[in-house]
């Protein structure tokens, strides 16, 4: 199945990830003008009514460039929506997107019909991210027009299956919009995310050390100087799995190989709720794909590292 047509702007097939905390209005800008979908989390607009001017300051800084450059448009962007019932302001961050037409809806922890009708009231699509068959499959029931399959591996949140395995379990039964997330980091592993079956590489990590990326300096350092082996998985920090960079785990005092189970009824996504260190802010989520990442750099420059990396990777498999 093709994709949308909305897609058609994309230079490289890449969505750059919604990164709690870091993901803003100038990244996701620096993003799309560089031809791969940009995004942010609702919740990264603090307060509320702050969304509605991160979504204004959007708009019309990528319609300017549209006019300026109509042989290279800005690829679309798109908002994160934790559906999750700890999300009280789910409603009104819907109500706002709705305002502004938001293209693309990226959806976590939990489907709901309801808003996948909302989105497609006002021309939008939804992409639900899952970490197994099962949830691929309550997602469509529901109403999503794609998936975005978080392997093992993938920054943040992050689930445990293999991404040949989840793909190929996929496109048996489902042949709608598929993003493959987990330790895509250079223009090789997005061509490989297409060569598994899937439409779009996800990738988030790498955004992380950019000149627009909100984190602080000691973050994108840990991004730049971390590697596979300093990623550690577990649920402490939120009640959900996820990795996150051991350097930081230490910080906070804790033992990064001996960590406790987390009571996955009590979660909190904006603080951390089941430990002192306050996940995203104290303890930073990473992926294990951040060993080929060896600076802190513009957005812009990393899509055409990548851009060239892809077309490389072509050239050598054709022969």
Request: net charge negative; hydrophobic share 45%; proline share 5%.
């Amino acid at each position: 199945m093709a994709l949308p047509p909305l897609f058609d702007r994309l230079r490289l097939p890449v969505i750059g990830s919604p990164l709690f905390i870091i993901s803003c209005p100038e990244l996701v800008i620096a993003q799309c003008k560089a031809g791969i979908v940009g995004s942010f989390p609702a919740l990264n607009a603090r307060p509320q009514s702050q969304l509605d001017e991160w979504l204004h300051q959007i708009t019309e800084e990528l319609s300017a460039w549209n006019r300026d450059n109509p042989d290279a448009p800005a690829a679309p962007y798109a908002v994160n929506q934790i559906v999750h019932k700890s999300n009280e302001r789910l409603e009104a961050d819907l109500h706002t997107c709705a305002k502004w037409q938001v293209p693309i809806t990226i959806t976590s922890l939990g489907a709901r019909e309801e808003l996948n009708t909302a989105v497609h009231s006002w021309g939008g699509i939804t992409l639900h991210d899952v970490i197994d068959d099962r949830y691929a499959h309550k997602a469509i029931e529901k109403g999503a027009d794609g998936l975005i399959l978080v392997c093992a591996g993938a920054g943040g949140h992050a689930g445990k299956l293999n991404p040949f395995a989840f793909t190929q379990e996929v496109r048996q039964w489902f042949d709608g919009p598929v993003a493959l997330s987990g330790a895509i980091a250079n223009g090789g592993a997005v061509l490989a995310a297409q060569a598994a079956g899937a439409d779009l590489a996800y990738i988030g990590s790498p955004f992380i050390a950019t000149v627009e990326g909100k984190a602080d300096d000691a973050y994108k350092a840990g991004i730049v100087e971390g590697r596979a082996s300093d990623i550690i998985y577990t649920n402490l920090f939120t009640g959900v799995h996820g990795n996150y960079l051991r350097a930081s785990i230490e910080a906070a005092g804790l033992d990064a190989d001996a960590l406790p189970e987390s009571d996955p009824s009590k979660m909190n996504f904006g603080s951390g709720g089941n430990s002192k260190a306050k996940a995203w802010k104290d303890i930073w989520g990473s992926g294990q794909g951040i060993g080929a990442v060896s600076k802190v750099e513009p957005a812009a420059d990393l899509i055409a590292r990548l851009d060239a990396e892809y077309a490389a990777a072509k050239a050598r498999l054709l022969g």
